[in-house]
């Protein structure tokens, strides 16, 4: 045979390759299903059974904890059978907790049993993160690479949007429609509405690995895999010391956790207050409205505020542009503020001040997600401090988090969101000293890959 007729034989008995447009959405949008399910929506459903406002911020931002250490579970993913393996064990695991917890819910109430659930999902979740990003940036070519980002980004806000909008809508509606319970009476009644969720949910994350497992490609093994696991965790211990030398990299890292600290406070009080009694200073707001308002509505001002915010710091640059940014995150947090002084009982109201904070809440976290990926990533190991930073990003958000229901408990509304405002002042603090590699005026590149769209993302 031939040398061209071997290569003809060779190639028509390769398997056909994927189409990305067959797997990039759909892998996406389960990222952000479940990331959002266990960061925003358990906070809902967890005040909804009755739990006081510091309990539930302080277990939802519990339940993220995995996906800030994800860097430490990437050697095992990499050493181990494929890419596309770990991304259908872990979603038909996901699928097989939510059904679990859909079961807890038919009983009565058992906290401890469905935070350990929930723990498990998001150990899950950070693992399908890792494989689905090691899919995109192996079996992509730069080109598809540039084109994809932008469908995976938007794949993953739809997420958030069918889980802050349409699942804590349809809780809301079943509540009350089906069940006939009234609005806003927490306790173990709305067991029967979130049970309805979880089965959706699982039902979904079960058809995920079934389609995947067609349509999405084994992804490419690492070019010099490690041989070991010791020497997978030990060349993580030298990117974890590199890391740590760089020039500025405690001011680095300070910015990384304290830019968002006015946000992290406000994420889930913000949902808690929405949907409060207004006797207790809320605004009295059913699950459906919350899901409408600060779900759909919220999360599409977040996304155009994103895509604006790229588009104008691609054309300042980064030295010129960070403090504006970080203006535009923490001062429209003055919106909850007027809220909360003021009650309005007109949804127009409420709607536009919850569009107002997350656009430009949208607009300014570009800075961030640029300052890690130009001034913090660059290195020896680009994709493994690009995680550390985002790992920190991720810490910050978290502890703020957990204090954040507590805080507001003691405080009151009012008072919580003045506190808010006074957050501010480290994030202007740490952007005022956060070093800039004068070398290329602020244009860095990003690292390849998936990174390149998390401006875009709700993720944080």
Known sequence: MSAPDSQLALAAQAPPRRSPWL??????????????????????????????????????????????????????????????????????AIGACFGALALLLSGPVNIGAMLALMFLISLLGSIQDIATDGVFVTELRPDQQSFFTGIMSLSWNLGPIIATGGLVYLSGYLHKNLFGHPDNAPGAVWASSWQVVFVLLALLCLLMPLWHARQMPPGAPASHPPASLRHAFAIMADAFMTFFHKPGIWRMIAFALLYLTSVGLIDKVGAFFMVDPRARGGLGLSNEMLGLIYGTCGI???????????????????PRALMKLCIAVNIPNLSFVLLGVFQPDNLVLVAAGVMVEKFFYGFGVVGLMVY???????????TAHYAFATAFKGLGFMLTGLVSGHLQQALGYQGFFILVMLATLPSFAVCWLAPLDPRDGGHGTAPPGPAAALAGQSEP
């Open 372 to 382: 890690m990926m130009q001034q913090m990533a660059p290195g020896p190991y680009v």
């Open 23 to 92: 797997w990039v959405p759909s892998g996406y949008l389960t990222m952000g299903l479940v990331f959002v399910t266990l960061n925003s929506v358990a906070a809902v459903m967890f005040k909804n059974l009755g739990m006081d406002n510091g309990k539930a911020a302080e277990y939802a931002s519990l339940l993220i904890l995995a996906y800030t250490i994800k860097p430490l579970f990437s050697p095992i993913v990499e050493m181990y059978r494929t890419k596309r393996f770990f991304v259908l064990c872990a979603q038909g």
């Open 300 to 318: 599409a001002s977040t996304l155009s505020g994103s895509l604006l915010g790229g588009i104008y710091l691609s054309r300042v640059g980064l």
